[in-house]
């Protein structure tokens, strides 16, 4: 996969590219990363890239002039821009389905704002808009790196396990079972016996059942369109019941 940033502050990607799975997928060439400055592609004489906004109002937004240079001179480069994504409050928000959809594409393209927001223009070179979150950042940058983080780890061959990512919260449409490491008993904590039987049928159940009724807790609004198993549905009467 191939992915491109266009930030005014490229030193913020410097350890994400070089780091832990990322890294090691640059390394092994499954991910080709590059940030491109897009203050390099102004025409103001200041090197401006933002200006006041029509009408008035507070705040400074990103001029179209140095994002369109910055996306043609990497069109150039590259080939081709794949999806173009801006960072933007009132995008989709991003979310695990999004995650598998766009580790689908070989090409992807991050657009990176600062200020008070764009010039509308710029959404014409524009594929997808996500949000990461209903809350402030100061720029895109930290949403491009948890994008790129969530995506990334979904390609062939970049975690150790491939069975690690479909058993990930949120990709079974549940949140993650709970789990366990030695040793058995930690001060007098102990693991579930089901998980020491090595019984796998029983564990997968057991598994399953945990990750339900955690979701029911924790996040039941993520089974308001899942489909239940008719084992789920029994869990999810047991589970109202109980809490009745």
């Not at 070089?18 to 090691?24: H, T, V």
């Not at 945990?210 to 993520?222: E, G, S, W």
Request: charge should be negative; glycine fraction near 8%; include cysteine.
């Amino acid at each position: 996969m191939k992915i491109d940033i266009l930030s005014l502050f490229p030193e913020m990607f410097t350890g994400v590219v070089s780091s832990s799975m990322i890294g090691k997928a640059v390394e092994k060439e499954l991910l080709d990363i590059k940030v491109t400055n897009f203050r390099d592609f102004t025409t103001d004489r200041q090197n401006h890239v933002d200006d006041y906004p029509y009408g008035g109002g507070a705040g400074m937004l990103l001029q179209a002039q140095p994002i369109f240079a910055a996306l043609d001179h990497v069109k150039e480069q590259r080939g081709d821009l794949g999806r173009v994504i801006l960072l933007d409050p009132a995008g989709r928000k991003f979310d695990q389905q999004a995650a598998e959809e766009l580790a689908q594409e070989s090409q992807l393209t991050f657009i990176c704002g600062h200020y008070e927001g764009y010039d509308e223009r710029i959404k014409q070179r524009v594929t997808d808009e996500f949000s990461v979150g209903d809350f402030v950042l100061t720029g895109g940058e930290l949403g491009a790196m948890v994008m790129m983080d969530a995506t990334v780890r979904l390609l062939p061959d970049v975690l150790g396990n491939s069975a690690s990512a479909p058993g990930d919260s949120f990709s079974s449409g549940l949140l993650e079972y709970p789990q366990y490491t030695r040793p058995a008993d930690f001060q007098g904590l102990t693991v579930p016996d089901v998980l020491l039987s090595g019984n796998h049928q029983k564990i997968a159940e057991w598994r399953h059942r945990q990750a339900f009724l955690k979701t029911c807790q924790r996040r039941p609004d993520l089974l308001a369109d899942k489909t239940l198993s008719k084992e789920e549905q029994v869990w999810l009467r047991q589970f109202k019941q109980k809490k009745d």
